[in-house]
């Protein structure tokens, strides 16, 4: 692949995955709905382990808390003709329960070309605790 179609690549899995941060900030639920696939699964863990959550209980969870912050760098990207995935280390603050909570991920993120448009259809979430500074 050329530097030139690596770019393009990274510039257009870079702008959906803005789109859902900016989302997310602003707790726009139209937008994330037409964002998040009606097949959406996240996969995560947490320290009770690992776990599931489909896109109607992932909505809900969003709603009840407050995004801060989020911060993220694409690491790597591959767009196929209605496919692609994105690599993206994250670093957010949300307040839940009162309190402020940090954390630091890895994401692997699939979007599908759906209805004439990139939808997200996965989500899998790994802790990443390297302290590692995130550009913008």
């Given at each position: 692949?050329?530097?030139?179609?690596?770019?393009?690549?990274?510039?257009?899995?870079?702008?959906v995955?803005?789109?859902?941060?900016d989302?997310?900030?602003?707790?726009?639920?139209?937008?994330?709905?037409?964002?998040?696939?009606?097949?959406?699964?996240?996969?995560?863990?947490?320290?009770?382990?690992?776990?599931?959550?489909?896109?109607?209980?992932?909505?809900e969870?969003?709603?009840?808390?407050?995004?801060?912050?989020?911060?993220?760098?694409?690491?790597?990207?591959?767009?196929?003709?209605?496919?692609?995935?994105?690599?993206?280390h994250?670093?957010?603050?949300?307040?839940?329960?009162?309190r402020?909570?940090?954390?630091?991920?890895?994401?692997?993120?699939?979007?599908?070309?759906?209805?004439?448009?990139?939808?997200?259809?996965?989500?899998?979430?790994?802790?990443?605790?390297?302290?590692?500074?995130?550009?913008?």
């Open positions: 692949m050329t530097d030139s179609v690596a770019s393009k690549t990274c510039e257009l899995v870079e702008s995955e803005r789109q859902w941060r989302a997310l900030c602003a707790k726009d639920m139209d937008l994330l709905r037409s964002l998040i696939h009606p097949s959406f699964v996240l996969i995560g863990t947490r320290s009770s382990g690992p776990f599931t959550m489909n896109r109607d209980e992932w909505l969870a969003i709603q009840r808390r407050e995004v801060i912050s989020i911060e993220m760098e694409i690491r790597d990207a591959l767009v196929l003709d209605r496919l692609m995935v994105g690599t993206v994250a670093k957010w603050c949300v307040r839940y329960l009162g402020e909570v940090e954390d630091h991920v890895l994401l692997t993120d699939v979007w599908v070309f759906d209805e004439g448009r990139w939808r997200a259809v996965r989500r899998h979430s790994s802790p990443d605790p390297r302290s590692h500074k995130i550009k913008g």
